[in-house]
């Protein structure tokens, strides 16, 4: 699975501009509502959060229906319990973004560009495969995180 630091800083850095102020609460449907609307907790809103993070979309969610009743510290509360609970998935991403980032760094500046096209051409998933292959790798994963990183983070 592929999350980076930078999507965990900016959620976080939107959770803590997502809300006016501690003490505002977004508006509740009124109980005299024709159409029963559902109402949500910071459980609801910690499971939807989860699951960015499980379908790698890691994003700001203070705006959604799920979260948007809450203050703004509860909702830096919910953000916080969730990067906790996946700090060494986050950290373990981080220390391999940091090896892909020196070589890359590393890499020729033409050479970049040619990677980028051939990235934006065929796709990741493509290109991992055949880096995979031409190592002898079975699995391919790595290289598909990786090719998918380079994509997303510097092409």
């Given at each position: 699975?592929?999350?980076?630091v930078?999507?965990?800083?900016a959620?976080?850095?939107?959770?803590?501009?997502?809300?006016?102020?501690?003490?505002?609460?977004?508006?509740?449907?009124?109980?005299t509502?024709?159409s029963?609307?559902?109402?949500?907790?910071?459980?609801?809103?910690?499971?939807?959060?989860?699951?960015?993070?499980?379908?790698?979309n890691?994003?700001?969610?203070?705006?959604s229906?799920?979260?948007?009743?809450?203050?703004?510290?509860?909702?830096?509360?919910v953000?916080?319990?969730?990067?906790?609970?996946?700090?060494?998935?986050?950290?373990?991403?981080?220390?391999q973004?940091v090896?892909?980032?020196?070589?890359?760094?590393?890499?020729?500046?033409d050479?970049?560009?040619?990677?980028?096209?051939?990235?934006?051409?065929?796709?990741?998933?493509?290109?991992?495969?055949?880096?995979?292959?031409?190592?002898?790798?079975?699995?391919a994963?790595?290289?598909?995180?990786?090719?998918?990183?380079?994509l997303?983070?510097?092409?």
């Open positions: 699975m592929r999350r980076t930078i999507a965990a800083t959620l976080l850095l939107a959770a803590t501009a997502a809300c006016s102020s501690p003490e505002t609460k977004a508006s509740t449907p009124s109980p509502t024709a029963a609307e559902p109402t949500y907790d910071e459980h609801d809103c910690r499971a939807l959060l989860e699951r960015t993070y499980d379908e790698d890691v994003h700001d969610v203070s705006s229906p799920v979260c948007a009743g809450l203050t703004r510290d509860e909702y830096v509360d953000v916080g319990d969730v990067m906790r609970g996946r700090a060494d998935e986050i950290l373990a991403d981080a220390g973004h090896v892909w980032d020196e070589a890359w760094d590393a890499t020729d500046a050479q970049q560009e040619l990677v980028c096209d051939r990235l934006q051409q065929d796709g990741a998933e493509t290109v991992g495969q055949e880096m995979a292959d031409e190592t002898g790798d079975a699995d994963t790595e290289e598909v995180e990786m090719t998918e990183y380079f997303e983070e510097k092409c």
